[in-house]
Structure formats: structure tokens, C-alpha cells
């Protein structure tokens, strides 16, 4: 059993539908998460249930981003479907993770964690040491959950899935720079605008339709900066569905990017990561067709060798599987 907020987007839904394929899994989604209302759905061993959120007395619930489930109807929950292992996608600290960590206590079920860990507010809660298994979005938070973790591994939280996001036969790209992703400036919108004015700004665009867009672009910029609230916790993954769809792709130094581009699997070939976004702007922009697309394919090989769903399903299903034997 999978349970998380993010469980109401469609890229998780789709990743356990793979999951799905190796080992019967029910996913747990909130009723509503920002503008995401999911409906159930059995779709042979992938089972898709809500549960409703219900928010403390102390919560404005217009504060959409503060997570509390109900411990006696998650107990209900897991009894009904029986799993043989509870994994939660939210920080330790969270109620979530506390009401996960009390059902586990009650029922006799493991429990797993996933976490980003990409701000750590400087101590580990007592309950890891209960968990079966961490699984950390990247090396950092690996190393603080180590303190008293059982056991830990590092994975994305999701895999990319390279038959959605694949080049669009028969699309010019005609976009010399694009960005995709929200407008804001810790994801670095305004080095972008200065470095390159004429770089497109995607808008809102569904889920589906992202690759279309990708597609049409040769240099895709992922430039998150570090700040006090936030930093990036994973390649990120606007930048491995953009080289699965053909681009090149420039990014920061910044948060999990450098571990993911570089020191996860030897360097994708197809990502420039530092902290002069005007030069390698330069030397990106600057290449030729026939050697831009060698190496958008072997960005996308790349991809589909180390970060493709198909294989991130596989390491996480042996890892939760040995952690509970």
C-alpha cells in the first residue's frame, strides 16, 4: 500500500501501474489536492482508493499543502486491504508519517518512508528507527536519515515514463530555448530571462500534453536555486522528461541536480550542470543538428537505462521485499 498527497497526480498513478506489473499494489490518494480530485479505480493488480483529508482544529483548510489523515479510518483502510507493507510519501515529521507510524504499531504492518529531505528543519524523528526502510530521493537526505534509519536507499520517488514521454515523429524543433514548469523565481525564471529573453515560457499545460511541447525544443533550462524554504530534491523531473523527449538540457548546481546529472549513474550525456547559466548557454545553443541529436539520443538511452520507470519499479519492489523478509 502507497499513500501521499502526490498520489493524486497522474505521473505517481502511472508509476504504480508499473509497479503494478511486478507486485499487486493499492495506491492511497486524498479526495482532493489542489485542483487533483482522483477517482477510484481497479485496473487489475493496481488499485486506486481516496481517503479524505481532515484538517486539524489549529489549520486555515485553505492551506491545501498541510496534510492530516485521520489514524482510526487509515487503520480501517489497511486492515481492509491487508498489505504487506504500509510505504508513505511524505517527510518523518509529518502527521501523515505519525498516523502511518500508530497503524503500523497497532496492526503489526512494516512501514516504509520516502523522503526528499530538501529542507531539513535539523532533527530525525524517533519513529524512523521503526521503519523498515527509508527510501531517499537523493544522497543528502540519505545521509541525515542514516542517523537512525534501519536501512536506506536511494531512488526517485517515481520513475520517468519513456513511452509517454518520447519525441513526437514528425515535430520541428523550433524552440531554440524553453522552460517548462512553475514560473517562479526558486526555479530560477529570472537568471533565464536575463541570460536568454527569448527563451518560450511554457503556460500551464497538462500533463499529456508536455511531451508536444518538448518536442519542439532543442535546449530545455531547469535552473532552480537553492533558498532558505526550498531547494531542488531531484534531477529535476521537467529536465529527464525533457532529454526522454529529445532536448539537451542546462541546469544549476543547485540542491539533488548535481548528484542526480553526474554522480547517480556517470553523467548524462545530455545535461550541462553549473553555475554560469550564460556560458553554457553559449556552448548548448551553439551546437550543431547532426551533433545535437547524438546526443539527445544518448541522453534519452540514458534515461531509460537508470531513471525509466520500468527500472525504478523493479529497484523499489526488491527493496521494499527485502527490507520486510
Known amino acids: 500500500m502507497v499513500l501521499g498527497h502526490s498520489m493524486a497526480h497522474i505521473r505517481q498513478q502511472n508509476f504504480y501501474r ?15 489536492w489542489l485542483d487533483l480530485r482522483p477517482d477510484p479505480v481497479t485496473d487489475g493488480d493496481f488499485t486506486l482508493v481516496t481517503h479524505p483529508l481532515v484538517w486539524p482544529a489549529w489549520c486555515d483548510p485553505k492551506n491545501r499543502g498541510i496534510l492530516h489523515y485521520d489514524a482510526g479510518g487509515l487503520a480501517d483502510l489497511v486492515t481492509q486491504h491487508q498489505p ?3 510505504y508513505v510519501n511524505e517527510e518523518p515529521e509529518s502527521v501523515l508519517v505519525e498516523s502511518v507510524h500508530r497503524v503500523s504499531q497497532k496492526l503489526g504492518i512494516p512501514f516504509a518512508i520516502f523522503t526528499w529531505e530538501n529542507i531539513f528543519r535539523g532533527h530525525v524523528p524517533e519513529l524512523v528507527r521503526d521503519a523498515a526502510l527509508v527510501v531517499c530521493g537523493n544522497d543528502w537526505a540519505a545521509d541525515i536519515m542514516s542517523q537512525k534509519a534501519r536501512k536506506t536507499e536511494i531512488l526517485l520517488q517515481v520513475g520517468v515514463d519513456t513511452d509517454h514521454f518520447s519525441a513526437r515523429p514528425g515535430v520541428s524543433r523550433n524552440i531554440n530555448v524553453g522552460y517548462a514548469g512553475r514560473p517562479v523565481p526558486e526555479k530560477g525564471i529570472g537568471q533565464l530571462g536575463l541570460a536568454y529573453p527569448m527563451a518560450q515560457i511554457l503556460p500551464w499545460t497538462d500533463y499529456k500534453y508536455l511531451p508536444w511541447f518538448y518536442s519542439q525544443v532543442k535546449v530545455l533550462v531547469c535552473y532552480s536555486q537553492d533558498s532558505l524554504y526550498w531547494k531542488e530534491q531531484a534531477p529535476p523531473f521537467v529536465a529527464v522528461e525533457g532529454i526522454a523527449c529529445g532536448c539537451l538540457v542546462v541546469g544549476s548546481d543547485g540542491g539533488s541536480i548535481p548528484y542526480w546529472a553526474k554522480r547517480h549513474a556517470g553523467r548524462n550525456p545530455a545535461m550541462w550542470v553549473g553555475d554560469d547559466l550564460v556560458s553554457m548557454l553559449g556552448v548548448v545553443t551553439q551546437l550543431g543538428d547532426v551533433e545535437r541529436t547524438h546526443i539527445a539520443q544518448l541522453g534519452r538511452t540514458w534515461v531509460e537505462a537508470n531513471l525509466g520507470s520500468r527500472v525504478v519499479a523493479q529497484k523499489l519492489v526488491a527493496a521494499l521485499r527485502a527490507a520486510i523478509a
Do not use: C, F, G, H
Open 84 to 86: 504487506d507493507v504500509i
Open 18 to 32: 508499473e509497479v503494478a506489473k511486478l507486485t499487486p499494489v493499492v495506491v492511497v490518494a486524498p479526495d482532493q
